[in-house]
C-alpha cells in the first residue's frame, strides 16, 4: 500500500468504532457485552467484514481504499464498521435459533448501522442515503419471482448459504423503518431493549421480537406481523386521478375536480395486502403544501376494484385557498416499502421543476420517482438522461448525484438502442467531462468515475489515455481552451490506471494492449496482479473468452478474488455476442458452485453472466434452461429468477422506447 496514507484512515476506523459503539450501548440500554473488541484488516477477505463476539475482521481495501475515496466511500466504511459492530448485540448477544431467521442480526445490524449513522455522522443525512442505498436493492429482488419472504424455510446447512442476499440485508431493514414508524420510536426502541434482555445469550426467534413489539405498543400485531415476514414480495402503490363517481359511491363530500387515491396491489399478483403507515406530501396551486399521515392496506381487497383503495381526503383543510394539487407524492421521506408509481400530473410537474426542489431529501425521492417510472415502462429512458444532462450539473448532493449517473449507466447500458447510444453518448460525455473540472475536488471523482463508466466514443478513449499518460509522466493533463474539454488533475492511483486500460480493453483501444504491458512492467504488487488478470478478460476474441472460461471453471491456481474481479469484464454488454455461447453453460455450473464457493459467489455469477444480456435470445436462452431443468434446486432456481428480472425489463424497455 505504497500510494495510501494508512495513518488518517486508520484514526478514523477508531473514532468511528468508538463512537458507534457507545451509540450502541446508550440506544440499546446494554453495555458492550464482551470483555474486549478487536478490528483486523485482512486483505482480499471474502466478505466486506465478518463479526465474532469481541472481534470484527474487515477487508482491507474497504477501510484503507486503493482509489481516492469520495462521500460514497466513507458512507461505506462507516456502514460497514456500524453493521458489524451492531452485530455485537444482535448475532452475538442474541443469536437466531436458525438461518431461517438470518434477518434478525443482518436486517437488524444494517438498520442499527443507519441509526448509528444518523448519529456519528450526521452531515450525510442517513435515512437519505438509506433510501439511495439500501431500498432499491430491496425493491430489486423483492419485485421479481425469485424473491423470498424475510423469514425463509432453510431446510439444512447445506441451503444455508441461499438465505444471504438482498432480502434480509435490504428489505428486513426497509420493514424494521417501517415497523418503527407505524408503532413509534419509543415503542420500538423499547421492544428492542426488552427483546435484547430477555434472550440474552440465547436464541431467539422473530416470534419472539413480535411478542416484544406487542407488549411494548399494546396492539395486536399477528397479522400485520404474518404479511411482512412471511408473505414474499411487495406492493406496488399507485397515486390514481379517480372520477367523481366512484369518490361519490362511498359517500364522501366533493367539492374538487380531482379525487386522488392510492391503489396497493401485489407485485407478483398473489393478493398480499401489507398494513402500512406512511406520509403523502400534497403541494396546492398557491404554493401552501400538506403532508398527510396514512395508513394503506386497512381497506379490503373490493371485487370492484381488485386492489386495496385509499382516498386522499384533499378537501378536509379549509385554511387552503385553492384546494386543487399540482403535485402529490406518495411516500414522503421514505417510511413505507414498496414501489411508488406517480400519476402522470405529478410526474410532468417533477420533470419540469426537479431542479428548483429545496429539500435534498424529497428532491432525491422524486429522482428515484422518476426511475421507477421508466424501470416500469412508463417514462423513456432517453428522457430520464436527458433530464440528468440537463440538470444532474446542479445537483449539489454528491451521493444523489451518484445514484442519478449510476441510473444513467444502467438506462445508456441496457434500455437504449445502439443508435440512440450513439446520439447521445457525446452529450453526456460532455457534461460528464465539464463537471470533472469542478472546483470540489468529490465532484471531480464522481463524475470521473461515471464517465469511465459511460465512455463509448473515438473521443472518450482519448481522453482516457491522456489522462493515462499524465499520470505516467507525473504531469497535469493536457488542457483544452473549451472548459467543456478541459482535463482536471485527478489524483488517480494503481487501480484507477488498471481501470482505464481495462477500459480501453473493453472498447477496442488499439493502444491498450501495450498500455496494459506497460502497466504491468510498473505495478508488480499483488493487488496489480489481480487488475492485470481482469483486464485481460475483456479482450474480445473468441480465444480470450475460451480462455479464461476454462480458467473459471477448472484453474484451480485462480483465487476467488481474482474470479470475482474478472467476471464482469469477461461479461461485458457491449461483447454480449461473444459471451452469449456461454449463458447455458454458466448455468449449467450452478449447483458444483453452490457446494463449492463461498456465499455470495452465485449471486455475482449471475449477475455478471445474465448481466452480460440485454437480447431477447438472451432472454429465451435462459428461460429455456429452466423450462429444461425442474429439478434444479428451488434456491438456484430463485437466485435465477431474481437476476433474469432485469433483463426481462430490459427487453421490454427497449421494444418499447427504443426505435
Keep these: 500500500a505504497a500510494d495510501r496514507d494508512v495513518r488518517a484512515p486508520i484514526e478514523e476506523v477508531f473514532r468511528l468504532n468508538r463512537e458507534s459503539l457507545k451509540f450502541f450501548e446508550e440506544y440499546f440500554n446494554y453495555k458492550f457485552p464482551f470483555p474486549k473488541y478487536d478490528l483486523v484488516l485482512i486483505p482480499e477477505f471474502p466478505f466486506g467484514g465478518m463479526e465474532h463476539a469481541g472481534a470484527t475482521f474487515l477487508r482491507e481495501s474497504a477501510v484503507i481504499f486503493p482509489t481516492e475515496p469520495t462521500a460514497n466511500n466513507y458512507i461505506s466504511r462507516a456502514n460497514l464498521i456500524f453493521h458489524e459492530n451492531a452485530h455485537q448485540w444482535f448475532g452475538d448477544t442474541v443469536t437466531m435459533k436458525w438461518f431461517d431467521d438470518l434477518w434478525l442480526k443482518e436486517g437488524f445490524a444494517t438498520f442499527m448501522a443507519y441509526k448509528a449513522m444518523e448519529k456519528v455522522l450526521p452531515q450525510y443525512n442517513a435515512w437519505k442515503v438509506f433510501y439511495e442505498r439500501t431500498k432499491p436493492l430491496a425493491y430489486q429482488t423483492d419485485v421479481t419471482r425469485g424473491t423470498t419472504p424475510i423469514y425463509q424455510e432453510i431446510p439444512n446447512l447445506n441451503s444455508a448459504k441461499s438465505a444471504y442476499g438482498n432480502i434480509v440485508y435490504q428489505k428486513a431493514p426497509g420493514f424494521l423503518r417501517q415497523a418503527e414508524f407505524y408503532l413509534g420510536e419509543k415503542e420500538f426502541q423499547t421492544a428492542v431493549r426488552a427483546f435484547l434482555k430477555n434472550h440474552e445469550f440465547a436464541n431467539a426467534e422473530w416470534s419472539d421480537l413480535v411478542k416484544a413489539f406487542e407488549k411494548s405498543s399494546g396492539k395486536d400485531l399477528n397479522s400485520w406481523a404474518d404479511a411482512w415476514v412471511k408473505k414474499r414480495s411487495l406492493p406496488i402503490i399507485r397515486l390514481k386521478i379517480n372520477s367523481y363517481h366512484e369518490y361519490q359511491e362511498l359517500g364522501k363530500p366533493h367539492d374538487t375536480a380531482e379525487i386522488y387515491s392510492l391503489d396497493q396491489e401485489d407485485a407478483l399478483g398473489e393478493k398480499g395486502i401489507w398494513l402500512m403507515k406512511t406520509n403523502v406530501f400534497l403541494k396546492f396551486e398557491n404554493g401552501d403544501s400538506e403532508v398527510k399521515e396514512v395508513i394503506l392496506g386497512e381497506n379490503k381487497i373490493s371485487s370492484k376494484y381488485g386492489f386495496a383503495r385509499y382516498w386522499i381526503d384533499i378537501v378536509s383543510n379549509p385554511n387552503f385557498k385553492s384546494n386543487t394539487p399540482t403535485f402529490i407524492f406518495p411516500n414522503y421521506q421514505d417510511y413505507g416499502y414498496g414501489i411508488f408509481l406517480l400519476d402522470e400530473k405529478s410526474k410532468k410537474y417533477i420533470l419540469g421543476t426537479i431542479q428548483n426542489e429545496k429539500d435534498d431529501f424529497l428532491r432525491s425521492m422524486m429522482w428515484g420517482s422518476l426511475w421507477d417510472s421508466v424501470r416500469f415502462s412508463e417514462l423513456a429512458p432517453i428522457e430520464y438522461i436527458n433530464l440528468a444532462v440537463n440538470h444532474a450539473t446542479k445537483e449539489k448532493d454528491v451521493t444523489t448525484v451518484s445514484s442519478i449517473l449510476a441510473r444513467v449507466n444502467t438506462a445508456f447500458t441496457y434500455y437504449l438502442s445502439e443508435r440512440q447510444q450513439a446520439e447521445v453518448a457525446p452529450r453526456l460525455e460532455k457534461m460528464l467531462v465539464k463537471e470533472m473540472n469542478s472546483k470540489s475536488r468529490e465532484r471531480q471523482i464522481t463524475f470521473y468515475r461515471a464517465f469511465l463508466n459511460l465512455a463509448s466514443t473515438s473521443k472518450a478513449q482519448a481522453i482516457l489515455k491522456s489522462f493515462l499518460d499524465a499520470i505516467e509522466k507525473e504531469s497535469k493533463p493536457p488542457t483544452k481552451k473549451s472548459a467543456a474539454e478541459a482535463l482536471p488533475d485527478l489524483p488517480l492511483r494503481t487501480k484507477d490506471k488498471f481501470d482505464i486500460v481495462t477500459k480501453l480493453i473493453i472498447l477496442g483501444d488499439k493502444d491498450a494492449p501495450k498500455l496494459l504491458a506497460r502497466l504491468e512492467k510498473t505495478e508488480t504488487d499483488d493487488d496489480a496482479k489481480r487488475y492485470a488478470y481482469a483486464a485481460k478478460a475483456g479482450f ?65 455469477w449471475l449477475s455478471a453472466f445474465i448481466g452480460g444480456q440485454k437480447s431477447e435470445e438472451a432472454l429465451e436462452k435462459v428461460n429455456t434452461f429452466l423450462s429444461n431443468n425442474p429439478d434444479l434446486d428451488v434456491d438456484l432456481k430463485r437466485k435465477i429468477l431474481e437476476v433474469l428480472d432485469s433483463l426481462e425489463r430490459a427487453v421490454k424497455i427497449r421494444k418499447k422506447y427504443s426505435n
Aim: hydrophobic letters at 40%; proline letters at 5%; charged letters at 30%.
Design 540 to 604: 474480445a476474441t473468441n480465444e480470450n473468452k475460451a480462455k479464461f472460461w476454462d480458467d473459471f471453471i477448472n484453474n484451480k491456481e485462480i483465487s476467488e478474488s481474482w474470479i470475482e474481479e474478472a467476471i464482469d469484464v469477461w461479461n461485458s454488454p457491449s461483447q454480449s455476442a461473444l459471451t452469449f455461447p456461454y449463458v447455458e453453460k454458466a448455468l449449467t455450473e450452478l449447483p458444483n458452485l453452490k457446494r463449492n464457493r463461498k456465499i455470495f459467489f452465485v449471486n455475482g
